[in-house]
Nanobody, 118 residues
Framework: QVQLVESGGGLVQAGGSLRLSCAGS????????MGWFRQAPGKEREFVGTISRTGVTTRIADSVKGRSTISRDNAKNTVYLQMHSLKPDDTAVYYC???????????WGQGTQVTVSS
């Protein structure tokens, strides 16, 4: 089992940048595929991106492609979501998740709020 804690959210102006972090507990962090999701008020949860166990392979949603990068540091049990050129539409609670595959997430963090002002 792994526990996940997101951080790095906040209020940022449109065009700004943020780096979200997700710290995982447990000895087997590197055995999990990690993902980022977001949920805006009144909307369904949306996939943002995923990263393989080694960090070699990433997949980014079209909605943030070209503006976002996912990376991980298994020595620190942490996965990151770097976002640039933020837009008001990026406002949401961002969640990280851990799982055995890119479409099979068993563990979720509590989320971190990102608010982008226009």
């Amino acid at each position: 089992q792994v526990q996940l804690v997101e951080s790095g959210g906040g209020l940022v102006q449109a065009g700004g940048s943020l780096r979200l972090s997700c710290a995982g507990s447990g000895r087997f962090f590197s055995s999990y595929v990690m993902g980022w999701f977001r949920q805006a008020p009144g909307k369904e949860r949306e996939f943002v991106g995923t990263i393989s166990r080694t960090g070699v392979t990433t997949r980014i949603a079209d909605s943030v492609k070209g503006r976002s990068t996912i990376s991980r540091d298994n020595a620190k049990n942490t996965v990151y979501l770097q976002m640039h050129s933020l837009k008001p539409d990026d406002t949401a609670v961002y969640y990280c998740a851990a799982g055995i595959g890119p479409d099979n997430y068993a563990y979720w963090g509590q989320g971190t709020q990102v608010t982008v002002s226009s």
